[in-house]
């Protein structure tokens, strides 16, 4: 068991034991940093089991239920973290709204439903998180939002999804320079497509071969280059859109 680092960490998105979001807070805990999770629609039996498995670690758990489209999520969910641990200096806007969808099918209703979790819930956690730390003696605190590699090529029938993913790339660099001289770092990290809630064997199947290393990405691939992303020694990396994906070939 590692030392506590009396480091805070806040994670949006763990809703189930393959989650990306469960992977990073179990990668985080091992690290000695206690964790604040969001969640959605889950089992509370599964949620109460996964609370006390991190608290197992030697580090404090606590976790919310949130609807990330409540316009006033962001500000609950700080609130509620504050409360029941204090403030963290590390924020992961992992959580995401995802359907299918081309152009035939796009209509206000679903860019308003990507919109208001990838988007609005996402940029209110980040700016307010900033306006905290600024008035905490906290010295390094750390952004990190999850995008999906929608800059380095088409995907197609994912329009809304890639829209507001893209969004995310681009407030990512411009925060990132706003933040700065408060000692917060503010990454992105594209994942590529990983095995997580989502696959289905047939999607399997199709992907593989589009993997050079002969393996499709797993939650534990993401959760370790948060690992590194949230440590000390990433102090010098900012404004940037980390594409950790295995050499994923789209098309």
Partial sequence: MNDRQNKIALITGASSDKDMGTAICRKLAAEGIDIFFTHWKSNADWIEKFQQEIRKMGVRCENLQIDL???DAAFEILDTVTQKLD????????????????????????LDEHYVVNMRSTFLLCVQFARLFEKTNLDAG??????????????TGELAYIATKG??????RSL???????????NAVNPGPTDSTWMTDEIRKSLLPKFPMGRIGTPDDVARIIKFLVSDESEWITGQIIHSEGGFMKG
Wanted: net charge negative; proline share 5%.
């Fill in 69 to 71: 489209s409540d316009s």
């Fill in 87 to 110: 403030l963290p200096s590390i924020l992961i806007n992992n959580a995401a709204h995802s359907t299918r969808g081309g152009y035939v099918e796009l209509n206000a209703k679903t």
């Fill in 142 to 155: 750390r952004i990190i939002n999850m995008t999906s590699g929608q800059d380095l090529g088409p995907m």
């Fill in 167 to 172: 969004a995310i790339s681009s407030f990512t």
């Fill in 176 to 186: 990132s320079q706003e933040l700065a001289p408060l000692g917060i770092t503010v």
